[in-house]
């Protein structure tokens, strides 16, 4: 090949740059460093070559020889040429508010492979309904054309309505499509990965791994090539992935407010939103810059002209179940209500129990110690850490957020649906409540919480802390007084 190049008066960088393929592809090929190069960039390497049918031929029959002699030395059971993988999803719809997102980590997924060692996989990760495989496949699709080696999808189904894949499992889907015959296919995990990962040596594939649940799902699933990419999407936060692997990490923020009013113009049109723009407003704030709740409202609205905005308004915030309002029939894979209990199901028991303890306050936030008097969990330092670990557990799987250290809040549609399940699950709401108010603070300190200051003078830092609990002491008052709940209220 190297005197094909030669005669054509390219250099290795000229050629790799006409045929689509990295320097190190043309450079190993011609050094013999590749013992087998993959068929379709020996014909993306003659074509950039312009040779003629026979020529491209000849060139490809030489891998044909070269893989005999593998075979013929007891090597593992290569592909046989067959059609390039082309897995990824379908886009659907536009990613409006994510524009900024996409052009960033498209311009990361071209860049060149490290020159040792595989790319870092880039991890995409946020709570449910917020747009990870959206973006995702988004993303690939943007960049496939750069991976001409072919582009391998899964779903690992971390958070689903079925059990989780066993990579295992994927690599065997993965080995077949890469040509591999079911008859050669190791039978242990680590010969399978070995197999994946020498077919993919001397390629440039883009593998799309979606709702992965923990890191061992996915380690076995990396290539070893600089050429290849790989995207990873997840509830949870990998943390293995990030630690061990490298991987590069995107966290799908929520919509801002110019964003979701876009969605919203987009399905309903702007006059409608125009006609009632503060109940807009609300079902933006409402919808807390949830992609999916946003969108299931807005198509609701879509489909029936005479719903007014404010009456979708109406139904999330009324008493019972609101969550009703983003229901979704005909598939449950878009009911907020079933999405979120994928994810619920998949904590560990005691970190469910916390979830739906955590559902019972009626504040914006919770501080840790406020946690602690509401799950009875102790106030000594052990007890403390005991409870910060298990509140992590619902940070990473992105049921609960930390605004500030020691600090928590949910958003507010998830929130929902933890008062949801301790309604159903715990003892009576009225009675968790009551039982919380009165220690919020203290015995002796709860009935001066609503005051206007801190009893007595204090320091700033005593007066800011008070403040900050305000808004949490208020409604927690306002919720646990009326009729057989006065004990609990000052």
Request: hydrophobic content about 40%.
């Amino acid at each position: 090949m190297r005197r094909l190049r030669e005669a054509a008066g390219l250099t290795q960088e000229e050629l790799a740059d006409l045929a689509g393929l990295s320097v190190r592809t043309i450079r190993d090929i011609e050094l013999g460093r590749t013992a087998r190069p993959y068929r379709r960039s020996l014909e993306l390497i003659a074509q950039a070559l312009g040779l003629n049918a026979e020529g491209a031929a000849r060139l490809v029959r030489t891998r044909k020889a070269r893989g005999a002699e593998i075979a013929e030395a007891g090597a593992a059971p290569t592909a046989d040429d067959g059609p390039r993988a082309a897995q990824l999803p379908p886009v659907t719809g536009d990613l409006i508010g994510r524009e900024d997102l996409i052009a960033a980590y498209e311009r990361y997924l071209s860049l060149p492979g490290a020159a040792v060692g595989p790319r870092a996989p880039l991890l995409i990760t946020g709570p449910a309904g917020v747009g990870k495989s959206m973006l995702a496949t988004r993303l690939a699709h943007g960049v496939a054309h750069l991976y001409p080696d072919g582009q391998l999808f899964t779903d690992l189904h971390g958070h689903d309505a079925v059990e989780p894949l066993d990579p295992a499992s994927v690599l065997r889907g993965f080995l077949c499509s890469l040509g591999v015959s079911p008859s050669n296919l190791p039978g242990s995990l680590s010969g399978l990965t070995a197999l994946y990962r020498s077919l993919l040596a001397d390629r440039r594939v883009l593998i799309l791994i979606d709702n992965a649940r923990a890191t061992e799902q996915v380690r076995p699933l990396l290539p070893n090539s600089p050429g290849s990419a790989v995207l990873v999407t997840s509830r949870a936060q990998l943390r293995g992935l990030l630690i061990r692997d490298g991987a590069q990490l995107l966290e799908t923020p929520y919509l801002s407010e110019p964003a979701a009013t876009a969605l919203l113009e987009e399905v309903i049109g702007p006059r409608r939103l125009r006609a009632e723009p503060a109940a807009g407003r609300e079902l933006i704030r409402l919808c807390g810059g949830l992609p999916l709740a946003l969108r299931v409202l807005a198509e609701r609205a879509a489909q029936r002209p005479g719903l007014l905005l404010r009456d979708l308004v109406e139904e999330l915030t009324r008493p019972g179940f609101p969550l009703d309002a983003l229901d979704v029939p005909d598939d449950p894979a878009s009911t907020l209500r079933t999405v979120l209990s994928w994810s619920y199901r998949a904590l560990p028991p005691r970190a469910a129990r916390l979830f739906r303890l955590l559902g019972l306050h009626e504040g914006p936030d919770i501080r840790l110690d406020a946690v602690a008097r509401l799950t009875a969990a102790g106030s000594g330092s052990a007890s403390l850490n005991r409870l910060a670990a298990e509140l992590s557990v619902l940070v990473d799987a992105h049921l609960l957020e930390s605004p500030a250290p020691g600090r928590y809040r949910f958003h507010l549609l998830v929130r929902l649906y933890a008062a949801e399940r301790a309604a159903e699950e715990e003892s009576t709401r009225a009675g968790g409540i009551a039982y919380a108010a009165p220690r919020f603070a203290g015995q002796d300190e709860a009935r001066h919480r609503l005051d206007g200051k801190p009893r007595g003078a204090q320091p700033p830092a005593r007066t800011r802390e008070w403040y900050g609990e305000h808004d949490n002491a208020l409604r927690l008052t306002c919720s646990s007084g009326g009729p057989g709940r006065s004990t609990g209220a000052y």
